[in-house]
T-cell receptor
Framework: DAKTTQPNSMESNEEEPVHLPCNHS???????IHWYRQLPSQGPEYVIH???SNVNNRMASLAIAEDRKSSTLILHRATLRDAAVYYC????????????FGQGTTLQVKP | ETGVTQTPRHLVMGMTNKKSLKCEQH?????MYWYKQSAKKPLELMFV???????ENNSVPSRFSPECPNSSHLFLHLHTLQPEDSALYLC???????????FGPGTRLTVL
């Protein structure tokens, strides 16, 4: 399974944008880039996913590098409720589509 | 009730006990999953069921026994567990095996 690399932790101020990076240099052509997050004392929740083009939804934006070897999850205005562990996952939906979780990035949001 | 629910939310058991974890999804999904999240470790996939059939067993010890009687319910039967099995056990479901997974809140298990 293709591997991703994320910083262990990041800090942000409330109401400022947050850019969470993810490196995936061994990504294959059929791998989708998925982001999930896990709030304290909860199960993970889906945030966004993409293949090649940048994606936007009500929660976040996903910027994918042209060579697809890295991506960035963008929270446009961080709130205290966005404090969570953010997981960047490569998922080959042409196979079993398993989610392989890494350690993720722990995001702290300061008021 | 909507989404994925898990009961109990907390469970303390001795090594000789037998207990079961229950997961129920109200989303009309066909695939269900069990994950284990130990302290300071990433989530580990344990089992996958698709249309009630087990499609993945990630080398899980036999003291964990899953059961999927229908597409809405998933159980994890526990017997003769070890203290190192203490963890958060998460259930998830998806429309199909490659779809977005929706997670329950988890059962916090402590084995004494």
């Amino acid at each position: 399974d293709a591997k991703t690399t994320q910083p262990n932790s990041m800090e942000s101020n409330e109401e400022e944008p947050v850019h969470l990076p993810c490196n995936h240099s061994t990504i294959s052509g059929t791998d989708y880039i998925h982001w999930y997050r896990q709030l304290p004392s909860q199960g993970p929740e889906y945030v966004i996913h993409g293949l090649t083009s940048n994606v936007n939804n009500r929660m976040a934006s996903l910027a994918i590098a042209e060579d697809r070897k890295s991506s960035t999850l963008i929270l446009h205005r961080a709130t205290l409720r966005d404090a969570a562990v953010y997981y960047c996952i490569l998922r080959d939906t042409g196979n079993t589509g398993k989610l392989i979780f890494g350690q993720g990035t722990t995001l702290q949001v300061k008021p | 009730e909507t989404g994925v629910t898990q009961t109990p939310r907390h469970l303390v058991m001795g090594m000789t006990n037998k207990k079961s974890l229950k997961c129920e999804q109200h989303l009309g999904h066909n695939a269900m999953y069990w994950y284990k999240q130990s302290a300071k470790k990433p989530l580990e996939l344990m089992f996958v069921y698709n249309f009630k059939e087990q499609t993945e067993n990630n080398s899980v010890p036999s003291r964990f026994s899953p059961e999927c009687p229908n597409s809405s319910h998933l159980f994890l039967h526990l017997h003769t567990l070890q203290p190192e099995d203490s963890a958060l056990y998460l259930c998830a479901s998806s429309q199909e095996q490659v779809g977005t997974q929706y997670f329950g809140p988890g059962t916090r298990l402590t084995v004494l």
